[in-house]
């Protein structure tokens, strides 16, 4: 069973603060995701990173950085949290199967509160 | 850009009814697939649809790809209380496993 992880279910931060979300997968996957929910709007990706070291801006990158050290760690980073970004973080893998028809594992989700 | 447009947005149904989401995309997609999330839960994935005009059934839940490979439903028929949560449609272009997400729909069931 694939497992993604990450580090924190809840979370409260002050505005102007740097905050580091951590995500980890135990399935040797290529690909991992980025996404911030919020009511209404689904699933919107901020990053992802297809191998170590390589990333891509998605739809919502603004005032956030994503670092892929080693294969199985994602992280996301807010320079400087802002109470906009108040929100479900959830984190995704995938293997990258030639051709696509990847399907995508998640995390449980990190709930930020930026105050 | 690619976009994957989901209505409704939020569905009441007395347990026993049936239930549809849709799911319409600007262009052509490569593959599309549903995913549900239960409440306080994460997305999990569901199932795949690839080929032009494919149905596929689990169970209750019948998902459909159009003709076009441009638009998608997910039916579930006779809904239960275990039915409760969030279906997302997620739209792949091809675009080395990007997914792009619907909005996603919201059931609810009465018991």
């Known amino acids: 069973d694939v497992k993604v992880t990450q580090s924190s279910r809840y979370l409260v931060k002050r505005t102007g603060e740097k905050v580091f979300l951590e995500c980890v997968q135990d399935?040797?996957?290529?690909?991992m995701f980025w996404y911030r929910q919020d009511p209404g709007l689904g699933l919107r990706l901020i990053y992802f990173s297809y191998d170590v070291k390589m990333k891509e801006k998605g739809d919502i990158p603004e005032g956030y950085s994503v670092s892929r050290e080693k294969k199985e760690r994602f992280s996301l980073i807010l320079e400087s949290a802002s109470t906009n970004q108040t929100s479900m973080y959830l984190c995704a893998s995938s293997l990258h199967v030639r051709g696509s028809r990847d399907t995508q594992y998640f995390g449980p989700g990190t709930r930020l509160t930026v105050l | 850009g690619q976009q994957v447009m989901q209505i409704p947005q939020y569905q009441h149904v007395q347990e026993g009814e049936d239930f549809t989401t849709y799911c319409n995309s600007s262009t052509t997609l490569s593959n599309i697939q549903w995913y549900k999330q239960r409440p306080g839960g994460h997305p999990v994935f569901l199932i795949q649809?690839?080929?032009?005009?494919e149905v596929k059934k689990q169970k209750r839940l019948t998902f459909q790809f159009g003709e076009a490979k441009k638009n998608s439903s997910l039916h579930i028929t006779a809904t239960q209380t275990t039915d409760v949560g969030t279906y997302f449609c997620a739209g792949d272009y091809n675009q080395g496993g990007k997914l792009i997400f619907g909005q996603g729909t919201e059931l609810s069931v009465k018991p």
């Open positions: 649809l690839v080929k032009s005009g």
């Open positions: 399935m040797d996957h290529e690909n």
